[in-house]
Structure formats: C-alpha cells, structure tokens
C-alpha cells in the first residue's frame, strides 16, 4: 500500500510541510508498513516559498525591508542556483496584521520591490514572486516605486505609496525604472485568474478581506482602471484583462506592465518541482489537505488540482480541512470523502493552535474506512 500525502498548508495553523508529516504520523501509528510519499504543496500563497525552496534543496536568506505598514521587518528570500523566490504574503501581506490593521489605503508594496532589488544584487537571473496573501491593492505602485518608477498626483508631487496613492495618480516617469529589472526573467506565480479591473477584478473580489469598504470599491476600481489606461500609454499594451492581472491587489498586473513577466499557476509550478503526478501515477490512495475546502476550492486550489491529477489515473482522494462547506458539491466533483479535523464545539483559538495534533487525531480515525473503503 502506498499512499502519497499532498497538503497544503492550514493557514493560522500549520504550513504544508507541518501537515503532511502530521498526516504522515498518523499513518504509520495505524500501519508502519504503508509506505507514504509526502509532497507539501502550495498554489502561490502563503507557504509557497518554503514549500518550494524545501522541493528544490535551497537555502532562505532574510533582509530588512520595509513592512506593509511602513515599518522595517524582516523578510525571507529563498535562493535555488540563480532563481530567487520571493513571497509577497511575507512582507506585504495580510498574516503581518492585526485585524484592526487591515486598510488597503494604508498598506503598501513598496518593501517587495527592496527584496526584488536585492535578489538581483545577490546575483539571480529568474525572480519566481508568490503573489498571494497580499494585504494590499496598490497596483503595484508600491514595488515599482522601490524599483525607481514615479507616481505623481496632480500637483505634481509623488502620491503615497498605498491604495490612496493610486487613486491620485495623474502621471507616471519610467525613465528612471532600474535596469537590472530588463535583465532578468520574471514570473508571477498565481493562485487566482481575476482580471485586474471590474466586477471579477482585484478590488470587487479580495478587497473586502483587505478592508476595502463596498461602498468605496466602485470609486477604487475605477481609478485602477484609470492607472491601467495611463500606463497602456507608455507600454503600448493592455494587460487588464490579462488572466492573474488582478493578483494581489495588482501586483500581477504590475509584475506584466513594467517588468516583463509572465503569470503562471502556482499549483502548476508546484506540483511539476514535486513530481506530483509521477508519485500519483504509481499509488493506492491520495490524501489531501487545506485550511478550508467548500465550493470555491474547484477555482485553482490546490486540493481540486490533486484531484483532477488523481482522476486521471483512477485513484481515490481523501480530503481533510479545518472547516468544511459545501460537501455534497466537493463529493460530486470526485473527492472519495471530506472530513472536518475541528470538532463543532472547538474555539477556533484553539483549534488553530492545536491544528497538527486534532489534523493526526482525524487521519487516524478515519484510516480504516481509507484503506478499506468502509
């Protein structure tokens, strides 16, 4: 019996790598003789870097940047030959805050375009930038100030760096855009397909989780249309509709615009450094695992992106997830069964800070129907 284990990460709880040894444990306390494949995996948000950098034998190097509050923090970059990884989710993103300080009009990018300079002075030649978990919607504005490009407001001074800075924006300069950008390959790494602009755009659907309030975002998504336009003046190209435009609050669109790059799937990525489907091929059963699985997840998760692997080649996904919704449309779509690892009565407090012990806890449980197909 071999069974590949193929989680990403519970986020506020366990990275991918903390639950699939977790999942691992509660195996072999069932049966040592099952012999287990452990791929963590990611989509391109939080926990894609040490996911990949783990995958692909690197090393994690921090620096002081600036923080998505304006204040210095330290931030990771992992380093595999000459490629830099680089997650936005851990120096502009939203597990950096507080609730009460989530405010795209005060949140900025700006210590992402620091770490994208220093990879290039450390010497790399692709930049691979993990574009989820953002707690902004700047455009971009923020990273391509670092990287010397200017916003102006009418009055022709630099508008602040954040969401509010956007929507002033009057005038661009790129004349002074450092030129070690045009030299090296870069390429957004995506979990979502949104548009940058409009009604599936940045704003419309991941500004509420920022704090963008509703009745704000029409005036926001309309400014964003408006930087788009300009900057179309300059690169002669519209990239508003360009599918993973609207990741992050625009950065994939800036990412496209002014630096060249390419978007790419983050599950594709992943899944290909891994083998993923090479160790599928070959097993008896699949367990997989996230945050939160319900209808959404069939939209680019991680755990849908298993499945239609797994499908392939007939075999039987297991999922697992702290909370469940949906679970006769999840069943439809091929999952063999869902289970919840967070009894009904459980604090969520508590159920995030014992997440590792209640996720071996359930897999344990359930094995015998896993195995045998109760």
Do not use: W
Not at 118 to 131: D, Q, R, T, V, Y
Not at 250 to 264: D, E, I, R
């Amino acid at each position: 019996m071999k069974i590949v284990i193929a989680p990403d990460s519970f986020k506020e709880s366990m990275n991918a790598m903390e639950a699939a040894l977790s999942i691992q444990s509660a195996i072999h306390h069932y049966d040592s003789t099952i012999e287990t494949i452990c791929t963590p995996l990611a989509d391109g948000g939080e926990g894609t870097l040490e996911t990949l950098v783990y995958a692909m034998q690197g090393i994690i190097k921090t620096y002081q940047v600036t923080g998505p509050l304006f204040e210095p923090i330290e931030a990771p970059i992992g380093y595999v030959g000459k490629i830099a990884i680089i997650e936005c989710a851990k120096v502009c993103g939203l597990e950096l805050l507080l609730e009460n300080q989530k405010n795209p009009y005060h949140t900025t990018t700006y210590g992402l375009g620091e770490l994208i300079i220093e990879a290039m002075h450390a010497g790399a030649k692709k930049l691979m930038i993990c574009l989820g978990g953002s707690a902004t919607n700047d455009g971009g504005i923020g990273m391509l100030t670092a990287l010397g490009v200017r916003f102006y407001n009418q009055q022709k001074c630099d508008v602040k760096l954040t969401m509010q800075g956007l929507v002033e924006i009057c005038d661009i300069d790129i004349s002074h855009i450092n030129p070690m950008i045009q030299e090296v390959q870069v390429i957004g790494v995506c979990d979502v397909k949104n548009p940058l602009c409009g009604k599936q755009g940045a704003t419309y659907i991941y500004g509420g989780q920022k704090g963008v309030l509703l009745e704000d975002m029409p005036h926001i998504d309309q400014n964003m249309e408006k930087y788009a336009r300009l900057v179309d003046q300059y690169y002669g190209c519209d990239y508003r509709f360009y599918s993973g435009a609207g990741a992050a609050g625009g950065l994939g669109y800036a990412l496209l615009a002014f630096c060249q790059g390419t978007l790419q799937p983050g599950f594709d990525i992943v899944s290909k450094v891994v083998a993923l489907e090479t160790h599928i091929a070959t097993c008896d059963k699949v367990i997989v695992g996230e945050g939160k699985i319900d209808r959404q997840t069939q939209y680019g998760k991680t755990p849908y992106g298993v499945l239609k692997i797994a499908q392939k080649y007939h075999k039987d996904v297991f999922a697992f997830a702290g909370k469940i919704e949906d679970r006769d449309i999840l069943k439809k779509l091929g999952f063999k069964n869902v289970y919840s690892i967070t009894p009904e009565d459980m604090a969520l407090a508590y159920a995030l800070k014992n997440g590792r012990s209640q996720l071996e806890k359930c897999v344990f449980k359930h094995m015998e129907e896993i195995i045998h197909e109760i």
